[in-house]
């Protein structure tokens, strides 16, 4: 990049930023629902967190859901007060931060600042990007750890020794970190593997040496949640005791969230031990796969499909939770819908592009997708919708600041002379 290219970048990236502040932060001013679900459970235990009374539910030390986002929340509640709009407003700004890393991770692989503000403005006109930002959820703060994880691992493609190692263990801490948030990470080590053998080639002494770096200094970062729940709950849970409740609900559904209050269905309505329920339902789900292959495959690609088909959660929490602006929420869906698939096409030719042109650090670009293949592949089993497509979101961003600009100068260079 030459410095006549940089100085723009500088402007044009602070402006984006802004504006997204501004705008997010003009959306809490009029969208403030209810908390429901999860994200009422997340500030009821951050504002426990914060009082002193530890990570409990029912009166016991639980680790259902994950520590991570509740306890962040908690170190701010302790300065700020136990608030809602606190955690909003936390969001909105962590929010904002990704646009900035969409941004850094396209200069860094393309090497083209209008790629890389292509990418950033692409990102900020999702409008699902910007409802979500009313409702608390682990999504915002789960996504910025993963972009600075896969931006540190993406700029140790080319170094060796003490730097290249400095940058792996880096980000492997905070992918552990973000692990704390959503497990979803746990064995994304073993894709990373596939990724330096497959795609960049690298010798397999030096893939597993990468591998395994990411892997323990990402279990470094996950081992005080472990040694906490040892010591709280008398047993080895890694991060949460949900893995197997969503495991057994991923073989009833497809497109939501399965529960039954019928006992010859559902063998843990009465059991009410966490761990126990987590090992019952982890037995069942294992039990049930084994005797359904087929049935487990097939529901495997609806689960897929589900997980890419809409793009309207978002709009389920802010606006129907409110009677008021009940009548609202098709049209949304349908605004958001509309950008969404509009996205996903240039996010394809973006990819296309990418592999077909073969720049420079097309390779370390396939890391993205890499990450995005591994997401995939975890709802293969576990109940799936658009919720769980955020953190892919800004990974296909950054192909779709490629996208648009290879379409506008196809344009350009085809357009009839005046």
């Known amino acids: 990049m030459t410095a006549r290219e940089a100085s723009p970048a500088k402007h044009w990236i602070w402006d984006i930023l802004t504006l997204n502040a501004i705008f997010r932060g003009l959306w809490l001013v009029y969208m403030h629902p209810p908390q429901k679900a999860d994200f009422l459970w997340y500030f009821e235990h951050a504002q426990l967190l914060a009082s002193g009374h530890g990570y409990v539910w029912n009166g016991q030390p639980t680790a259902y859901w994950p520590i991570g986002w509740p306890f962040f929340l908690s170190l701010i509640f302790r300065i700020t007060g136990a608030h809602v709009v606190v955690g909003l407003a936390v969001n909105a700004f962590l929010s904002t931060c990704i646009v900035g890393l969409i941004y850094l991770l396209t200069q860094e692989l393309f090497l083209r ?30 996504t910025f750890l993963l972009l600075i994880s896969l931006y540190l691992y993406i700029r140790a493609r080319n170094q060796s020794g003490k730097t290249a ?5 880096a980000s492997g801490l905070i992918l552990g970190f973000a692990a704390d948030v959503r497990p979803i990470p746990l064995a994304f080590p073993a894709f990373v ?20 770096t990411l892997t323990i200094a990402m279990f470094v970062a996950i081992l005080p949640v472990t040694i ?27 497109g939501g969230y399965f529960w039954s209050w019928n006992p010859a269905i559902n063998p843990l309505l009465h059991i009410n031990n966490e761990i126990v329920k987590n090992k019952v339902a982890e037995h069942t789900a294992l039990t049930y796969i084994a005797h359904h292959i087929p049935l487990t495959i097939g529901n495997g690609f609806l689960k897929i499909y589900d997980l ?7 709009t389920w929490y802010t606006f129907h939770v409110i009677p008021s602006l009940n009548h609202l929420m098709e049209p949304v869906n349908t605004l958001c819908n509309t950008v969404y698939y509009l996205f996903i096409a240039a996010a394809a030719i973006g990819i296309g592009v990418v592999i077909v042109r073969r720049f420079e650090h097309f390779r370390a670009s396939l890391l993205l ?3 995005a293949l591994y997401n995939t592949c975890f709802f293969f089993f576990f109940p799936a919708w658009d919720r769980f497509r955020y953190p892919l979101m800004p990974l296909f961003s950054v192909f779709v600041g490629v996208g648009v600009v290879w379409l506008w100068r196809s344009m350009h260079d085809h357009a009839p002379d005046a």
């Open 113 to 142: 600042t209008s790629m890389a503000l292509a990418a950033a403005v692409a990102y900020s006109l999702l409008p699902s990007q910007i409802i979500w930002n009313a409702v608390l959820g682990s999504e915002e703060l789960f």
């Open 165 to 169: 190692i400095a940058l792996i263990v």
């Open 193 to 212: 593997l596939l990724y330096e053998w497959l795609i960049q080639r690298r010798r397999a002494k030096a893939s597993f040496g990468r591998a395994i």
């Open 228 to 254: 906490r729940n040892k010591i709280a709950m008398h047993h080895f849970v890694l991060v949460s005791t949900n893995g197997g409740m969503n495991l057994w609900q991923g073989t009833h559904t497809n």
């Open 308 to 314: 890419y088909k809409n793009d309207v959660n978002a």
């Open 369 to 371: 997708l890499t990450f």
